[in-house]
């Protein structure tokens, strides 16, 4: 549960995404690289954003498409908004979690695509971030994700 997240992974998890923030084009720069590896890893996720199943993960097509974009830098801000009530307002995020768990439901999604999303985020912290993304900052993320994830899961099985 998201509650469980400690103090020290919650500041590793913090730090590093401030850091990226710091990126010039942050958004679409993490976003499109979050995506790709997504979308190359789990080919059948691109259906659910509106992509056929057969499109090549690096045609222009796809990389410059306003729709890829745009689903890529929502899916960032929500991370952070998710960051952001990681302290006092942790009972309503795990609550807003289990809400969104049940409306990925109806998006089509399926609770093994969770990892792979988790998959797809640590590459491209890594990739970004390079040194900074040190092995104890990729275990808070790994935690972080997990916890958020968990929440969702729940929610969509216990349906
Ligand atoms: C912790 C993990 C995740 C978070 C925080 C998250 C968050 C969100 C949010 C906030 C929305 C906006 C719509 C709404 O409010 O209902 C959304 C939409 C969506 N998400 Fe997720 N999501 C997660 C994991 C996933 C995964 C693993 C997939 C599938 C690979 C996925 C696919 C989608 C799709 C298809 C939509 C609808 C987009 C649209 O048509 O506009 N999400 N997600």
Redesign the pocket.
Known sequence: MVKELNYTTITHVMESWESMKRTKNYETVAGSKLFRR?FDK?PQ?KT???FPIDIDVDSPELLNSKRFLA?AV??LE??DT?LNMLGPDIELLTDI?TE?GK??VS???KPD??P??GDALIYMLRDVLGDEFTDATEEAWKET?GA??AD?IRSMVSK
């Open positions: 997504l789990c996720s659910l954003f509106g689903h929502y899916l929500m991370i998710a979690m969104l409306k990925h998006y089509g999604v695509m969770f792979i999303m994700y958020l994830s969702m």
